[in-house]
C-alpha cells in the first residue's frame, strides 16, 4: 500500500451516508441532479427488494457492502478498497515491520491475487513457495477476483494457525496445495556486503518508515570498506510509502533535482517533490537493479536516478504500479483506500500501465516468464504496445526514455529459463513440487550432515548427483538425466544459495548467490569500468552534445548494448 505523507496531503474524513437519502447532492444544482436522486432512488429500491424478497435471507447492511465492493470493482483498479474495520491492521503494515502471516508481499494482476514476493526466513519460504506464483485457493474457495484486501484478510491470522492454499505455477497442469502455519514476521528491509574490493552491493526490499535511514547507514558502511561503486538492488521490491520513495531517492541526488510529481483532478493532490539535501554519494556512480516485480515506490527511485542520469538502471522493466492511494476515513472504523493521483517521472513520464482483466491463469503465468513479449514494451501481466510506439521522453543528457508505464531499463538483462532448465522446472513441477522447496531441504539435511562447511564452499560433482538420487529416489520424480544436466546452472544457482543461507545466512547466500546472477555481473562489469557517475554514463551513451545528432530520429529506439 502506498500512503501519501500527512505534511504533504491532508488529513481528510469522508462520510460513508446511506444510498438512498440523496444527502450532498442536495447542494448540486442543474439538469443532473435529478437524473443522480432518480439513480440512488432505483439502487434503494433494489436494495429492498432484495433483502425483502430474495430466496436466501441477507443482511441488509451485507448487502450495502456488497454495493459498495461492486462500485469499486467496477472501477478496474485493484489498488482502490474499501478496508473493513477489522483489517485496520492493514493501514499500517508498510509502516510496521513485524505481523503474523505467512511471510508474502502480493498484489492482485487482472483477476488473480500474485506473489510478489517471498521474505527470506518465513514460512512461505519454508514451504517453497514462489515469486510468481498465483494464489488460486484458500481453504478450498477460489479466490479468482478477490481484491489484496480480500486476500490479506485471509492469509493473515494468529501466530501457530495453520492455513491451506492452492498455488498455480508456470509449468504445472495442476494447481499446488499448501497447507502452512502462520508465524511472526520479521521483516528486514537492507541486505548489505561487498562484492569485491570495490563494489558494494545493498538490496532494499520496501520503503518503510526507516528505509532511508537505513539504507543511508548501509552505504557509509559499504564506502567505509571501500566500496567506491554501488549497485542498489531493487528487485522484487513492491514499494511502499510515497515518502520514503523521495526521501531514499534525494539521496542521490542534488538540491531541488526533481524526483516525481503527483497528478489529480484534485487541486490538493497536485505536487512536485524535490530533493531537499545535496547528493550524500556525490562522486559515487550507482546501477540500479529492476525486475517486473519492481513496482511503486521502487519505480521512483528508478525512474528519478534513470531521468537526471545518476544511475544506470539495469535489468527489465518494472511492474508499472504508478498511482498513488490516498486512506479515508469512514464511520464505524472503516478506511477507504482511493487512488486519486498519478505518479509521473522527472521528464514526464507516466510510471502507472493499464491493465487487462479477466486474463486467464496461463496467460498471466507466461507473462511472468516474459513468454514471447517484447522486453522494451512489458513489465509484467500485459504488453504495454510495440516499443516503436512508445512515446519517447529525455533524460538531462538527452538520452531517450521510453513512456507507457514502468520503467525501462537502460541496459536490458533478461534473467530468464532456458528451454532445457524449463523442461526441468516442469518436470520437478508435475511431481508437485518447486525447485525451492526440494532445494532448501537439501540445504538442510547436507549442511546437517556436514557442519564443516566453509563460507567458500564449492559445488562438487558429488553435492550434484546426492540432489538428483533425493529428487528421484526419495522423491519419487521421473527425471531423465539429460533433463537434468540440461539445468546444471540453475540448479547450481539454487543449491549454492540455498546451502549457504542454511549453513550462513541469507546475506552470505546472497554474495554466493550474485557469483551466478547475470543481471548483478553485468552492474558489477559497469561499475568496474567507471569510476564517476560521468563515466558510468558514458559507457552506455555518448557525451549530451553528441547525442542528439547520433539519434537520428525522436522515436528510434537505441541499443545500449
Excluded at 494482476?109 to 526466513?121: E, Q, Y
Excluded at 538527452?398 to 518436470?427: H, M, N, Q, S, W
Excluded at 543481471?519 to 557525451?543: C, F, H, I, M, N
Amino acid at each position: 500500500m502506498n500512503s501519501v505523507n500527512q505534511s504533504w496531503v491532508p488529513a481528510m474524513a469522508v462520510a460513508l451516508v446511506a444510498l438512498g437519502s440523496g444527502g450532498w447532492l442536495l447542494q448540486r444544482g442543474g439538469a443532473s441532479q435529478e437524473g443522480v436522486v432518480a439513480s440512488l432512488r432505483t439502487v434503494e429500491e433494489v436494495h429492498r427488494l432484495v433483502s425483502d424478497r430474495y430466496v436466501e435471507e441477507i443482511d441488509p447492511a451485507e448487502l450495502y457492502r456488497m454495493a459498495i465492493d461492486g462500485m469499486l470493482r467496477e472501477l478496474g483498479d485493484p489498488n482502490t478498497v474499501f478496508i473493513d474495520a477489522k483489517n485496520t491492521d492493514e493501514i499500517e503494515i508498510t509502516t510496521n515491520s513485524t505481523y503474523g502471516g505467512l511471510g508474502i508481499r502480493i498484489q492482485r494482476v487482472g483477476d488473480w491475487i500474485t506473489v510478489m514476493g517471498v521474505l527470506p526466513n518465513t514460512p512461505a519460504e519454508r514451504q517453497g513457495l514462489m515469486t510468481g506464483d498465483l494464489i488460486v485457493s484458500v481453504e478450498g474457495e477460489s479466490i479468482r477476483g478477490w481484491t489484496d484486501t480480500q486476500a490479506v484478510e485471509r492469509l493473515r491470522g494468529p501466530k501457530g494457525e495453520p492455513v491451506t492454499i492452492g498455488i498455480g505455477r508456470l509449468g504445472v497442469r495442476e494447481p499446488l496445495e499448501f497447507t502452512i502455519v502462520r508465524d511472526e514476521i520479521q521483516v528486514e528491509i537492507i541486505k548489505a556486503f561487498m562484492v569485491n574490493e570495490e563494489v558494494g552491493y545493498v538490496r532494499l526490499e520496501g520503503f518503510s518508515r526507516a528505509a532511508r535511514q537505513d539504507l543511508a547507514r548501509a552505504v557509509e558502511g559499504l564506502r567505509e570498506h571501500g566500496g567506491s561503486g554501488l549497485v542498489i538492488d531493487l528487485r522484487n521490491n513492491p514499494g511502499g510509502l510515497l515518502d520514503q520513495g523521495v526521501a531514499v531517492t534525494d539521496l542521490f541526488l542534488d538540491t531541488g533535482e526533481e524526483v516525481v510529481s503527483t497528478r489529480s483532478r484534485l487541486p490538493d493532490q497536485n505536487f512536485v517533490f524535490k530533493a531537499p539535501t545535496a547528493d550524500a554519494f556525490v562522486d559515487m556512480p550507482v546501477v540500479v537493479l529492476v525486475n517486473q516485480y519492481s513496482a511503486s515506490a521502487s519505480e521512483i527511485v528508478a525512474g528519478a536516478l534513470q531521468d537526471h542520469d545518476r544511475g544506470l538502471i539495469v535489468g527489465t522493466p518494472t511492474f508499472g504500479k504508478g498511482s498513488v492511494q490516498t486512506v479515508y476515513s469512514l464511520p464505524g472504523g472503516h478506511h477507504l483506500k482511493l487512488t486519486t493521483a498519478g505518479w509521473f517521472t522527472p521528464s514526464g513520464r507516466s510510471i502507472n500501465r493499464k491493465w487487462e482483466h479477466g486474463a486467464t491463469l496461463e496467460q498471466l503465468a507466461a507473462a511472468t516468464a516474459g513468454v514471447g513479449t517484447d522486453p522494451a514494451a512489458v513489465a509484467f501481466g500485459e504488453v504495454a504496445s510495440d516499443s516503436a510506439e512508445l512515446e519517447v521522453f529525455r533524460t538531462d543528457a538527452g538520452r531517450p526514455v521510453y513512456g507507457g508505464g514502468g520503467i525501462t531499463p537502460d541496459v536490458l538483462v533478461p534473467d530468464t529459463l532456458t528451454l532445457g532448465e524449463r523442461k526441468f522446472v516442469a518436470a520437478v513441477g508435475e511431481g508437485g513440487f518447486s525447485l525451492a522447496q526440494l532445494a532448501f531441504r537439501f540445504a538442510i539435511q547436507w549442511t546437517a550432515d556436514h557442519p564443516e562447511v566453509q563460507r567458500d564452499f564449492q559445488l562438487t560433482p558429488e553435492m550434484r548427483q546426492a540432489f538428483y538420487e533425493m529428487l528421484t529416489a526419495e522423491e519419487g520424480l521421473e527425471l531423465q538425466n539429460e533433463v537434468y544436466d540440461e539445468a546444471q546452472t540453475l540448479v547450481n544457482r539454487r543449491l549454492v544459495y540455498q546451502i549457504a543461507n542454511a549453513a550462513f545466512g541469507e546475506v552470505e547466500a546472497l554474495r554466493r548467490g550474485q557469483q551466478l546472477d547475470p543481471q548483478l555481473a553485468e552492474a558489477v562489469r559497469l561499475l568496474s569500468q567507471a569510476d564517476s557517475p560521468e563515466d558510468l554514463l558514458g559507457l552506455v551513451w555518448p557525451a549530451a552534445d553528441e547525442s542528439l545528432t547520433e539519434m537520428g530520429g525522436a522515436g528510434e529506439v537505441q541499443s545500449f548494448r
